[in-house]
Structure formats: C-alpha cells, structure tokens
C-alpha cells in the first residue's frame, strides 16, 4: 500500500500537524528498559509510535542506526515499518536512506525500499543525476525525496556553489530535480537552520512537498519555517528526532510541538 | 586489520594490476549452479575471489545488490567480506555505498562498514559537505572515496554546473574534498567514459588515489585512463563488475585485462 499526495494532505488537515518523527533510534541511547528486550529497537519503536501516532503524520527512520546493528538491525526496522502499516495505516513512512546510485544499482535501492520494506519514500542524494531517481518514479503512489538544503555546518561549501548568474546549487537542484518527477512523487529536503531561504525556495518549487529536518536538536524555529514554508497543500514534513523519542515523555513532547503548528497551518 | 597506502602500492608493483573486482552480485543474474546454495550470493562472491584475486587489487561490492535481500543479503556480504580478509589478506576491500549523512548518523554509517564488516573503504557522497567524511576519517588506516565525476548518462546535468571562474562543481569536490582529508584517506570516483577529463583531474588531485567505474560495460578505454590518469603510486583503481563476475570465464576476463594493464603501468 502507499500514501498519496491526496491522503497526505487529508492528514494534514485532519491532525492539523505536519509532524514528521525521526526514528533515529540508536542503542548507546536507548533507555534501559528496552535493552532487554530480544528486539531492544523495535520495541522502543512500536512504545515510541504508541506515544505520539495521534500528532503524527510521518515517521522517519534513519537507515544508519539499524545497519550499524548488521543483519538483526535490518530485521527490527522491518519489524517497526510493518508494525506501523497494519496500525496505523494513514501514516507516511520515509526512509532516510540518502542513497544515490544509478541504472541497475539504483534500481535495487527501489526494490529495496518500496519492496522488502513497504516504505512510502526515501530519501536520495541528487548527486548523480536524473539516473538516480528513475527506477522509483517507476513505483505508483511512491515519492523521492531530494537532498536540497540541509541543516549542517558544512553544507555551504557545497551546496552554495554559485554559477554567473548567481544561481546557487542546491537552487540548481530544486529547478532540475522538480523537472526529474512531479510535485506528486518528488519532495525536497530543506533544513529549517536556514528558515531566511525558505521563501525564496517556495517561489522555486511553489507546489512541491518540503521534508524539513533542523526543528528541535538543530535549533530551527518553526514558527518562521511554517509561514515562510507552507503552500496550499500544506507542503511541510517537519521533523524532530531526538527532541522527541529520546525526551522525558515522548506524548507531551510530539503533542506540544503538533499544538504549536494546529495554530500555524492554514489548510 | 586494514589496507594503507603504502601496502596498496605495493600490491599493484607485485601484482601489475590496478583491477578492481566490482561484487555486483544481482541475484537475478547468478548461473544457475549458485541458486540452489543455501548462500547464493556468499557462494557466488567465493567463486569469482578464487578465479580472479591473482590478478585483482580490490573488490568491491555495490551494497544495492545485498540490501534488496534485506537481512540476509547483510548476512551474504559479511560472509563474503570474512572470507576474503581471512584469505586474501593483502586485497583492498571497498564498500560502494554512496552514503552521505552528517553527525551521529554518519558515525553509524561507519561503525557499519569498518566494524560490522571489516572494509578498508566506503564511497561516499559529498553533498552534505566535510560533515559527512569526518567520523570515517578518525579510523586509522581506512579510505573515504568521494564520488567527484561520475560515469553515467545523467551526470553532467549536476556536475557539470559551473561557477563565474568556470569551474566546475565536480572540480570543485576534487578542490574541497582534498582539503577535509589527506591523499592518505581520501580517493575520488572518477568515471572512465570521461578519460578527456582524467588528465585535468591528475592536475587538481596529482597525489590522490581515483576509483575508475565504467571499464567495460560502460565503454571506458583502459588505455587513454591509465596513461592520462596514472601517478607516482599508481594512483588508480579500474573497476569492471559485470564484465568479469558475469562473463563466461571470469578468471580469463580478469587475466586478460591485468595483462592489458601490466602494459601500461609504470610503477
């Protein structure tokens, strides 16, 4: 099954949240009452998702955290995406995989993330091209979602490369990417530390998805991000992570921030 | 244990090689003998390593092709991993994951690939900016490979963008991501369809190591990469993946290009 842009933007309204949770569940943090668990990562997940489904329109897993566990760690993250669709069908999964391959490779990725694992996007790093997201395009009701701007220290020396017409290039980015796909299967990342470029990059891609990581532990302010971000879709994906699963009490914590944004969306 | 430069040096002076055995082990491709092996793909990957580790300095496999088997394709390639260290020791082993994240999640990413398995070096993507290569670079005697130029069809439209100086931004990841690490740590993908680039490359990076995909079946002319792209330590990993593990005769197809090689290598 898969998430359309239709069913998305009815969740939105619905919740009036544009509340993404990265599940970025790493074990050196995990508290203790998970570890014994025989699966320590999907239980704290399905605890995690138990907490805050109800403010919650996605959920992020970041691929690294359950790789870095081998075999048994891919394992739990199937667990934790299967556990997600049979209850709670409505809800976008993303996998924050950040690959970047082409043709037959690329492909492999797709099967990967749309087929193994039933997600509803990942994310791809643009760096090689329109190759890179071919083969998911291929998917029905399945999204990319394109590193543009992120919300890292180092990301300007790359990322604002400029050309003579002062075009920078993760401006490049969004002007070719949206050409690769449509606003139906093709979002952006865009880090909510650089809140004073979000009106700018709206007017680039004024129909497409934003998923936008920096909120919380990264300092992003989301008043600025949601006035400056959404569009008449509602258009954001706004991510917390640790500020969420590792806080003292995950319910308040995704309740609160889904408060905040009910008084900020328009839709 | 690990691969540092100076040992790689010495395997391309003993063996006259710079082949790189690319461990793309699509399940849909294997003969039929391997299929019915509890591990096809360990049993596969066994198979090409004792036809071709006379003649090869590397092997390389892509992650795509083990991930799209979800748990037990980890499993798969950490076997083949252990068996190539336990049995080849001397042999440089290159995870081609085109990762890319920042922070806590890249630190994941390599405690995956340099202590779940034990590779010697990841390719990675720099569009995230130094952040990304930082937790790889604090293990000693391990590899970052910075994809810089790539061989596909789709490539320029990304890296090709150029700057008022008329730089390029493929010059312009050879400029900056030599400075994140030293020619100790660091390589760059450097794509074999574009060997009239490969002398300038040699200019911007005339110490550094560059892995060469698209020998084979992507048409790369061994000659033009070897004479324009070659330095003082060899400089150069050349990659066939298809071409070998899938050819009639894989051990003849690694032979016959080490020989081709041999020709033309200077160190």
């Known amino acids: 099954m898969s998430i359309n842009k239709q069913k ?15 599940l970025d569940s790493d074990m050196s943090k995990l508290p203790a009452q998970f570890l014994h668990d025989p699966n320590p990562q999907y239980a704290f997940n399905r605890y995690i998702v138990e907490q805050t489904a109800n403010y919650t329109i996605a959920y992020k897993p970041n ?8 075999a048994k760690g891919f394992e739990e993250l199937k667990m934790t995406v299967d556990f997600i669709r049979s209850n709670y069908p409505d809800i976008f999964l993303i996998a924050d995989a950040k690959r970047g391959d ?27 091209g329109k190759d890179v997201v071919k083969p998911f395009l291929e998917y029905t009701d399945k999204w990319v979602i394109l590193l543009a701007l992120t919300s890292n220290a180092s990301a300007g020396e790359v990322q604002y490369f400029e050309n003579n017409q002062g075009e920078k290039f993760f401006q490049h980015i969004l002007n070719t990417g949206q050409k690769w796909g ?5 979002m952006f990342v ?40 959404q569009n008449k879709d509602g258009g954001l994906l706004i991510n ?17 921030l889904q408060e905040q944004m009910a008084k900020l969306i328009k839709i």
Not at 63 to 70: I, K, M, N, P
């Open 102 to 128: 082409i043709g037959n490779t690329s492909k492999q990725y797709a099967k990967t993330f749309f087929e193994y694992f039933d997600f509803d996007a990942v994310t791809l790093s643009p760096y090689m």
């Open 240 to 256: 917390s992570s640790r500020g969420i699963i590792f806080s003292k009490n995950p319910h308040r914590s995704a309740k609160d």
């Open 8 to 22: 998305l933007v009815n969740q939105i309204k619905k919740k009036q949240s544009c509340l993404c949770v990265g």
């Open 190 to 229: 865009v880090g909510a530390t650089k809140a004073e470029y979000l009106k700018t990059i709206r007017q680039i891609a004024p129909d497409s998805f934003f998923l936008v990581p920096g909120i919380g532990a990264q300092g992003g302010d989301l008043e600025a991000v949601i006035k400056n971000g």
């Open 63 to 70: 691929l690294a955290f359950y790789e870095s566990r081998g």
């Open 182 to 186: 449509s606003p139906d299967n093709t």
